[in-house]
């Protein structure tokens, strides 16, 4: 706190303390010297002001009068009046002569003149002085080192008439120097500066004289007004108020019998009546009570009698209802517990293929104790396994989460966790080997949980992803039903590799399959599969944990993923230093190790220089096998076609690898870049590299073009939203 606020709250400290009679006095001072400050600094500067400019006014309106005259006998020369009127000058200098003559014995109120000056200030006429007649007068000053004519002469040409004040002998005494004005106006024809002075010395002295007067009136006024304040705030203000004190200092001594005799009418002869009327009232409570607490006395003599017995009986219904809810507990945390010894069992992780390595991490948001062990319990679950379609090796992976908390959450986990070990029993018994697409596999699954879980009437939900993985090429075929997005881990960076769902939860009504989705996985790709409880993250909360700030940023987890370098525990620490859980949390982590088999595909020889491999490459595009499309791509001629630079940038995206896409379409001719297909290509993949700016320029553009696409509609509304998003950071 700075030196100057610590001594203006000293100040307002102190103005509190006074009494209510210094502070009224200190308002009248400060309204009077108000009043005085605008009566000497406003009103009595503008009056003298007036009284200066009406004189100036008058001395110009006779200044302007003689040069018209001059202006006249100029006009009468140069008409040759003399010929018809002989009293007429001939030439300028005899109206000169003229002029100089009746201007020398002139006088305005009786005493005032006029002198002239040329153009160089070499005095034309003067009648008091007539010794300085044809002398230069520029260098003369008054006694206060003031120029006197110079201004005269140069400021009347420059602005064509001028005031100019200085300090000019006494009309009175050549000893006395008073204040004067002249004013001078210059006569170009003649090379003449025509001038004329009046003093003001004696509207300074008035002046004095009404400022001396005016201070004596207000300092009675002052001295009047301050006796008659104190006066009425002493009787009326002071006296009344010291009265209340008194009485209120009587009734902190607890006397009720003092009363205030009001001496006047006003408000504060109200507060008195009103106190009086206070005390009164007290007096009647307090006397009620005293009744009211013998009344009790009475009571609690008879209630004594027999209290301790009711403390021993209150006592021991507390303690059996106690012991009834410690009962409920032990018996809750009891099914809890038996509910955990069938549900963990049926989260194995039973991969053993040395291609894909499998990683589950699950966090159930539910913890309890029983026998003096801690347990957790919840609805997510993680499952794997091996199987064999003809003869190929596949693994299968299933995460999921049951709706509900608690018990109910555990519930669901249990009955899809029943479901999804019974498909795995009778799928990969005895070493079985299945004569079925995996496709087929994946469909007959998921109507065989659908069927279950519909039969519970819709008190049973689960998100879920469930899939398979080509132990030798490593293409994945997976449903996501309305579980959050699968992340692929590439090459440090993290994506999701899906932008829809393939069909709603397990459970819902009319719940149809859309498709069944398929990735290829490269070497050293990981496949990270998590419930919803990876974004419903408390970032705050608040005092009474009614306004918690979730986070809604489905993308956060791609950040955790790429700086945990796609480790599940890095990931759930880092989730765990970001906020705090609120729900369960489970993740499935798929590491595709060994460099992938592609499906060798029978080509049809064509010629080189009339053949087309489009139509097998738009076969191969359908089937998504990206990477087989990509290496009869790579390996055959007609690398700067149009159609196959697309279908290469295509392969590329859809395979997640945007740089090398992007290098593509940016060295692609111009026929490409205007194509609406490349367009959407590169609006794609900037997007998926987090470059937002360069996929909003694309989309703009589409939105010309194609202004009805739902695909690029929604697209753009992602870009915005990131945009945004990134902005308000």
């Not at 600094?41 to 009068?65: D, F």
């Not at 009734?251 to 006003?266: A, G, H, Q, V």
């Not at 008879?302 to 009962?327: G, H, I, P, Y």
Request: charged residues 25%; negative net charge.
């Amino acid at each position: 706190m700075t030196k100057e606020k610590k001594q203006s709250i000293s100040i307002l400290q102190y103005f509190n303390s006074l009494s209510l009679r210094w502070k009224m006095n200190f308002i009248g001072v400060l309204i009077i010297i108000m009043f005085s400050s605008i009566l000497f600094m406003k009103i009595l500067p503008l009056l003298e002001a007036g009284k200066l400019e009406e004189r100036r006014g008058k001395l110009k309106a006779v200044v302007n009068s003689v040069v018209s005259l001059m202006d006249f006998y100029e006009k009468q020369v140069r008409k040759e009046a003399w010929k018809e009127d002989p009293s007429m000058p001939k030439t300028i200098e005899d109206a000169k002569k003229i002029v100089i003559r009746n201007l020398r014995e002139m006088r305005y109120d009786k005493t005032e003149y006029f002198f002239i000056l040329d153009g160089k200030g070499t005095m034309v006429m003067h009648p008091l002085r007539p010794e300085d007649q044809g002398k230069n007068m520029l260098e003369e000053k008054d006694p206060n080192g003031n120029d006197i004519f110079k201004d005269m002469v140069i400021d009347s040409q420059r602005d064509s008439d001028t005031f100019v004040s200085f300090i000019w002998k006494s009309k009175y005494s050549p000893d006395i120097f008073e204040s004067q004005t002249t004013y001078s106006k210059y006569y170009w024809p003649w090379d003449w500066v025509v001038s004329s002075g009046v003093y003001t010395q004696d509207i300074i002295e008035s002046m004095e004289q009404i400022r001396y007067r005016s201070a004596a009136y207000v300092i009675i006024t002052t001295l009047i007004a301050m006796g008659l304040l104190v006066f009425f705030i002493h009787n009326y203000l002071n006296v009344p108020l010291r009265k209340i004190v008194d009485a209120i200092t009587e009734i902190n001594k607890d006397n009720l019998e003092y009363r205030i005799k009001p001496l006047f009418l006003d408000e504060l002869g109200q507060i008195s009546n009103q106190f009086n009327t206070m005390v009164i009232n007290r007096k009647k409570n307090e006397e009620d009570k005293i009744r009211i607490e013998r009344a009790h006395l009475e009571t609690l003599k008879v209630l004594n009698s027999s209290l301790e017995q009711k403390v021993v009986e209150r006592t021991a219904e507390l303690s059996e209802t106690l012991n009834k809810v410690q009962e409920l507990k032990s018996q809750q945390d009891g099914d809890y517990f038996l509910t955990t010894l069938i549900t963990n069992p049926l989260m194995q992780n039973r991969n053993t293929h040395q291609n894909i390595k499998i990683d589950f991490l699950i966090e159930q948001k539910k913890d309890f104790e029983f026998k003096n062990k801690k347990y957790r319990i919840g609805g997510d679950i993680c499952i794997s396994g091996n199987l064999n379609f003809k003869g190929v090796p596949y693994t299968m992976f299933f995460n999921g989460d049951a709706m509900g908390k608690s018990m109910q959450g555990a519930g669901g986990a249990l009955v899809i966790g029943s479901v999804v070990n019974s498909i795995m029993a009778r799928s990969a018994a005895n070493k079985k080997v299945l004569t079925n697409t995996p496709e087929e596999w994946l469909y007959d699954s998921f109507h065989e949980m659908q069927r279950v879980l519909e039969s519970f009437d819709g008190s049973m939900f689960i998100s879920c992803i469930i899939g398979l993985v080509n132990d030798s090429t490593g293409l994945l075929h997976y449903i996501n039903a309305e579980h959050p997005f699968t992340i692929l881990f590439r090459d440090n960076v993290a994506s999701f590799i899906e932008d829809e769902i393939d069909a709603h939860k397990l459970g819902f009504p009319l719940n149809d399959l859309k498709r069944i989705s398929t990735f290829q996985l490269l070497k050293d790709d990981v496949i990270i599969c998590g419930s919803d409880g990876r974004d419903d993250l408390v970032l705050e909360h608040s005092t009474f944990d009614t306004n918690r700030k979730i986070n809604e940023d489905d993308t956060l987890i791609l950040k955790v993923v790429e700086n945990s370098k796609g480790d599940l525990e890095k990931i759930f620490h880092q989730l765990q230093e970001i906020g705090d859980l609120s729900d369960d949390l489970s993740f499935v982590r798929i590491e595709y190790l060994s460099e992938p088999q592609l499906i060798q595909t029978v080509r049809t020889n064509f010629n080189q220089t009339n053949g087309s491999i489009e139509p097998m490459i738009k076969q191969l595009i359908k089937d998504k096998k990206y990477l087989v499309a990509l290496q009869h791509l790579e390996s055959t001629g007609h690398k700067n076609d149009i159609m196959h630079l697309y279908y290469k940038i295509l392969c590329l995206n859809k395979l997640h690898r945007n740089s090398e896409a992007l290098e593509y379409l940016e060295q692609a001719d111009e026929e490409l870049k205007n194509d609406i297909l490349a367009l959407k290509l590169l609006a794609k993949i900037y997007f998926d590299l987090g470059d937002y700016e360069n996929s909003n320029f694309y989309l703009s553009q589409l939105k010309t073009l194609v202004p009805n696409d739902s695909k690029i509609l929604g697209l753009y509304d992602k870009v915005q939203y990131k945009l945004k998003q990134f902005g308000a950071a």
